[in-house]
């Protein structure tokens, strides 16, 4: 395992096992069977990795996604998240993997990625100003920024490698890519699931702006919610109580970093910055007041 000097985890490695195949925050390792899925205090603003990390963050995303898919109830890829009952090999390493990984069931990924919106903001208002539009949907008039959408919109997008961006397609391209069934099935898993979620969240204090499902296919072809659920890496909090049409209000998410990034003139092209101490312990307090707020309890 290499930790920096916060002790944020930054990548996994356990003896015995070929190394994981890593994305911008997850290493997974495959078993077989299954999947083991470690989460690490990995960052990533604009498709770039930080090359520091923001203790507990992986252990954020984990235990929200949990949440979730205790909570939402469709069918999912968890085998379990106890760490005493994984294989032996993994054994030796399972205080470092407690409370930040789970055991997953292979399935067969579905390359749409499922955005639900419910709010207009960030890529879809500056659509909107544009065109009218949302990934080619055609909206009313008289929308402004971070207002509630009429409807829940669906706008998938394909799934990028890193350092790669994620291309927005309409509904016709999903069904071409996926078939007009499946295109169908994600469409109304992801606005449910949402909206489920959405309705859940307002009730204690926070507005799901929008988020982002994978999906999955089971050996007899039903759709499996997989990946991350409803984390701060996938979605937009807004707490309610600074909520207001015509701004976008603080997120509970990693918008600070990007602004931050911001501030600084980086020209979201790799090798990223290093961050500041104080932005870190901000961040962290920042996801780590998702969770909270969200599961209604403490960061194990």
């Known amino acids: 395992m290499k930790y920096d000097k916060n002790h944020a985890l930054l990548e996994t490695r356990i003896p015995g096992l070929p190394p994981p195949k890593s994305g911008k925050v997850r290493d997974v390792f495959d078993l077989g069977d299954t999947l083991l899925m470690v989460v690490t ?13 923001v203790p507990d963050k992986g252990k954020v995303l984990n235990q929200l ?48 990625e499922c955005i639900a919106r419910g709010y207009l903001t960030g890529s879809g208002w500056k659509e909107y100003q544009k065109s009218g539009t949302v990934n080619g949907q055609k909206l009313r008039e008289g929308y402004q920024n971070a ?52 309705d859940y969240a307002l009730k204690h204090g926070i507005i799901i702006a929008d988020t982002k499902f994978e999906f999955g296919k089971d050996a007899d072809g039903s759709l499996i919610l997989a990946d991350e659920v409803l984390t701060p890496d996938s979605s937009r909090f807004w707490p309610q109580s600074s909520y207001a049409v015509g701004a976008n209000p603080p997120s509970l998410d990693k918008q600070f970093v990007r602004d931050w990034l911001d501030s600084i003139h980086f020209n979201h092209q790799p090798p990223g910055p290093v961050l500041p101490d104080d932005v870190i312990a901000r961040t962290r307090e920042i996801y780590v007041k998702a969770y909270e707020e969200l599961s209604g309890k403490k960061l194990v």
């Not at 205090?41 to 990390?53: K, M, Q």
């Not at 109830?73 to 993997?97: C, E, I, R």
């Not at 291309?167 to 069934?181: H, K, P």
């Open 147 to 198: 207002s509630k959408l009429d409807e829940v919109l669906f706008t998938p997008t394909t799934k990028a490698a890193i350092g790669d961006h994620d291309e927005a397609i309409n509904y016709a391209q999903t069904e071409a890519l996926v078939g007009a069934d499946t295109a169908k099935r994600l469409k109304d898993a992801t606005i449910g699931l949402y909206t489920k979620a959405a």
């Open 41 to 53: 205090d990995r960052i990533s603003a604009f498709d770039v990795i930080l090359p520091c990390g």
């Open 65 to 112: 996604s949990l949440f979730w898919l205790d909570f939402l109830g469709m069918k999912n890829h968890l085998v379990t998240a106890d760490v005493d009952q994984y294989p032996a090999a993994l054994q030796g390493v399972k205080d470092d993997l407690r409370g930040r990984s789970m055991l997953v069931k292979k399935v067969n990924m579905v390359e749409v």
